[in-house]
């Protein structure tokens, strides 16, 4: 990927009728000639750009209807084969202000991945943090460092940058899921390592269990084996399953409705998911959490540094980030850029499953901000 | 600045005769237009450029003669004004290789400031991190949160996001420095805020103090002031003068010629800036050191992830990277882009100091890397 | 309680005939009886004592069997009320070799509390961290900061300092629970503060609910309630089920069989309990774990830095610490004085539940020595 | 040292005529009886000692004298030699309410050291936190790891647990100083290793050079040695100079006459003496600071959770310390027990230097109380 132009004329006299500009003279202009010789650029054309009064972000506000990604995901089941250099049958989002590049945001990657009965996706590692989320379906086991964890509606699988891992699935059905990467981010800073690893997986790791050996040793609240404990920067609990996550959101709500803390808004649950070992976000660049919100109930406008991707996981609503506005239903995934306001609507449609709640996974970058002293958050007092 | 298309057309067939790549067929044509329609990427097209096996930057190893730099910001000096708006006259490198924008490496803004004898370049802040580095001159003082804090040659002067901040020129001549930012980065994450301040500061303001009340504060070796002590992210030694950076590379110097440890490697004297206040970095996304090698000796070549700007603050030597190799002498500023090798060899002149020693300032974005369990670093071994 | 003389006569003369002493004369006499005019003590003199080669505790390792606990308890509940002054029916351990103070160890505090049907302990809070670990039982609630807890087998419920707290018991039979605190550790360091609290209380805390509202905001693994969160110095989850500590060893153990790490040692199981919000120890003066031993193992002795009080949760066994050793049953508690070595082996008797292990709740000091960079341990090598 | 009585009668009826106490009865006689037998003690005959509603501390205030000190010193330096076994000629403070033993307050140590001419104190370590301070004279090295540090008026050096450490006084003259240490503390948890060293140090290290390596290392403000650099939980610095504390006294009180922050009250500067490596204390477990109060000024009645030991280093004062008040001179040394208010007011006299003010160093336990989240300051309200 190339997207830097290989000629180098920073310098534009486009500038010359704005009024914080020099005048423009013959001397000026030999002057800008001198800046691009010499491969400089003055801060002063650059200024409003490169340091604006707030987050202008390039990325811009989108929807993708699960149905599409599906059906395109199924499409290159048939059409494209899983293996050794292509690595995954991973399809990404790209941002329609990112000029063409796999970016769902600036800093983060989403990608719809998709598995055939049967198939393999081969062995690699990389810096690159990354994680999966299951919107629906079950079957395909990802071995991370050689412990085979299940896959099923509703889990989120962390994996910290530099663990080995591969994908197979033992079903008599394709499968599907989110991956969500910090691809971008370390583009950007360059960063990056890879490494290939085993083109077959041991008898072994073909196994399926019902829990990985991750949840036995991490997945008690409260509670870490002292013999593995220490602390690590990317969680060592490999999937947080839907059942306690739902317990979680639905004991927030029921809190609230007794008049306890809980919720962070009338009739808006929500959790984050933690590293056991540090009590800090699940990934060094990344965080997970997820949302519910009862049928009826809108979130209040709120902008944050740092960009998040959503995918609704059940129930229906109306989605306004900035100036675009949607209706979402299950599966769908949209992007929130930097600062751009984003408020939620839960609307429950037949269709719709009892509770009638709006459930949403959402992935951010917020720990770079965090971590840099950067994060701000802005509650719309209108709205 | 638009370094984005705005056609969203990413699938390329041109991958058709790559062995990795799927076989091309009318399906296959007409699933890649239905991913361009959708605004997706399949990931098997890219991974090889997204995901390489080591960092390989966009960034090149470049070289700018001060000499160069100083002529042209001489030049600019007379025919643009600072002022609000353009708020400085500041000139930035700009990578041959990162497409004319105004970045020394995809992370790091370096750039000359120029100030003429009376100006005011008015007060302003931003979340961007910076710092001043004096590699000749003196007269001005940069005025940080009120406190006049003078510049004088080999002075470092960090300054965290968010402080107000404005310089004046009290001197009869003009004065250059070099100013360094995150300004690349918090464009790329986007988490910019900007506010102007006021044009014109109080009387008091423009007193030229011989040292800042922050150095009186902070600047005691080993001892903080009870009354203002507590973490803060920036560091509040708003100056770190040069008698106390040359004597701490002397004593590291004399420690080695005694038997004792205190250099980074023969003939290697490095000392860090820190924060008083946490004992890390100086700024939450910048890390700056000062080298001292004594004349004949040379480091050994070594990689980092992240990016570096190197300034020569006196002597002469040869510094190679990667394929790159240049003769530096006072002033001159070089870029080291992540992962690139670099070495340093020191090498006495005529025209230089007794010493003969070569010293050089860097700043790089190794605070990033070590926050997010990214930073790795790697000594060649047949160097 | 008064543990030291009124009388001030720090100096002997039996030091006389010790090679490292100064010879006796008539001017060491006087000199020494100046220093005791002027309160002073020369080191030489107590060196010995005061800094051994390594720590000789003034504790006495002891066993308390629970069944003499259990039937004193039992008849203070007919003969001591419960009430506001005396607070607690709690009977402390007072260790052999303590001087009859009510110290398990020279920083840790162990009792057995006992509540008859109907009766409340008034609402107290203190700066001394707290916990209650049930043997047997159930029909208790623990009231923190107006939020009832249910106690029940196996339960551990950590309390840290400042939190105010109250008791009832809402069944027909009494009940006993162990306390665990930091008072011998505060008494020394004199950082205690104490305020009594309502002698009543609300209706709505005198509910009996099957769950506390802390454990459905803090009690789901890996997951944080966002409203909620932040780090606090001691736990926010008021209670540890014993079905999930109890599911945390059987998985270790599981583990072990197949071959994978999880246990400490051979055949034993250990877990810790974390408080959520920093993933570091539930109070910041005490540790807690649990340990499961299975029948016929026994683990190696093993010095630690700091004491620990254990109680026989479930299972027999041998317990040698140091020169003691004895039979230990359930219920049972016993002491480890700093750096006396501990080995405990499990031995299944015919009255034992299936398993046959032997099950041990533990806490400690630790947390001290960890903070404060005096943590040590050694694992003896012939054993 | 045994400071507890080797019987087991913990439990008294004196406490019958307390209406917060069961009635007398045979039975209760009895079950106290019971207690006795079992090693048991109970909750309400205890708890008003234990649990106070503040901090009611054992130690008292007190007031040594300079000059009774150093005239004790002396004599011992003619009396007791100085070497293995004994290992030092140092005379510690002891308080009048803690039975006769070598304890300033229940967690600290304070000593007076004292070396004649041309000897040596033999090398040790041990885990106990360490220091010196030299309110007058000259001619002594400690040399700690090797490292040969001069000490002189005005220096604090610290010396971290396990560092190996002696003394050599290669003057003509005697020379004392003040050590303190965490011996109380260290002794009530059982914390202490304790090594001897060798007998004769090298050549080398009886070396008298003006500055010690560590100095050179780390003495220079803001910077650090990257060749070194690392957290250490012990400062690496070794020697604080006066001279570096004068200034930051001074810079303080200047400020505060300029109209700018920088005292912690009218008239009173204060400094804290940092761990480079962590900016944080010095040592683990004791805080060290200076104060200068300028003639005439008082400080507020201030109350702390934690012990303070205090010397004075030049001009007079008065100082009042709950019930207590004393007048001080240049070498006083007294002591603040926890939770008891100090105030100190400056009182040149005609035998004072120049300046009037009253200077003081202090040390504290605050680090024990920080980490262990049990820090508690109050500011008198009617003062």
Redesign the interface.
């Known amino acids: ?1 190339t ?8 310098v534009s006299l486009t500038a010359e009728d ?5 005048p423009v ?1 013959p ?2 202009v030999e ?1 800008y000639r ?2 691009e010789k ?7 054309t ?2 409003g ?10 990325a811009q506000p ?1 929807l ?1 209807e699960w149905k ?2 599906l059906d ?1 995901a199924g ?2 089941g ?4 899983v ?20 970016y769902a945001t ?2 983060l990657w989403a ?1 719809i991945q998709y598995l055939m009965p049967g198939e393999n996706a081969p062995e690699h590692r ?3 943090n990354a994680f999966r989320f299951v919107v629906e379906g079950e079957g395909v086991w990802t071995v991370v460092e050689r412990d085979p964890v299940p896959m099923r509606r509703g889990d989120f699988l962390p994996q ?2 530099m663990n080995w891992h591969a994908h197979h699935n033992s079903a008599d059905e394709p499968m599907a899921w989110i991956d969500g990467l910090d ?1 971008p ?11 290939f690893g085993r083109d077959e997986l041991s008898e072994e790791e073909h196994a399926t269990p019902d829990r990985s ?1 991750s949840e ?14 220490g ?1 690590r ?3 060592p ?1 490999l999937c ?1 399953r839907w059942v ?2 739902d ?2 959101l639905t ?2 709500l ?2 609230e409705r007794e008049g ?5 808004g009338p009739g808006h649950a ?10 800090q976000d ?1 990934l ?2 990344i965080r997970a ?1 997820f949302h519910r919100i009862v049928s009826g109930a809108e979130t209040t406008p709120r902008r944050e ?3 998040s991707v959503y995918q609704v996981f059940d129930g229906s609503g109306r989605v306004t980030v900035g100036d675009f506005s949607w209706s979402v239903r299950r599966g769908d995934l949209f992007v929130v ?3 751009q306001p984003v408020s939620i609507r839960s609307e429950a449609s037949l269709s719709d499953s009892d509770s009638g709640a709006l459930d949403l996974f959402q992935f951010s ?1 917020a ?3 965090n ?4 994060f ?1 958050t802005h509650i719309e007092e209108n709205a």
Chains 1, 2, 3, 4 share one sequence.
């Open positions: 990927m997207d830097q132009d290989s000629t180098v004329s920073p704005r009024p914080d500009q020099p003279s001397e000026l002057l001198g800046f010499a491969l400089l650029v003055p801060l002063w650059r200024i750009d490169l340091m604006p009064e707030h987050p202008r972000s390039k989108h993708w599409t990604l395109l499409r290159s048939d059409l494209v084969p293996g050794r250099g292509g690595e995954r049958r991973a399809i990404a989002l790209a941002n329609p202000s990112l000029g063409g590049r796999p600036p800093t990608a990389h810096t690159q910290a940058g691809i981010f370390q583009y950007d800073v360059e960063a990056q390592f890879f490494d050996r036995r040793l991490w997945g008690h609240p409260g509670l870490v084996p002292v013999s593995q404990f602390r920067e990317g969680t609990l947080y306690d996550t317990a979680a004991d927030q029921e809190l306890h803390p809980g919720t962070v929500l959790v984050r998911y933690i590293n056991p070992t540090t009590a699940v060094p660049t959490q540094t740092g960009s850029p930097s600062w970058d720990p770079l901000f971590k840099l002293n950067l701000r």
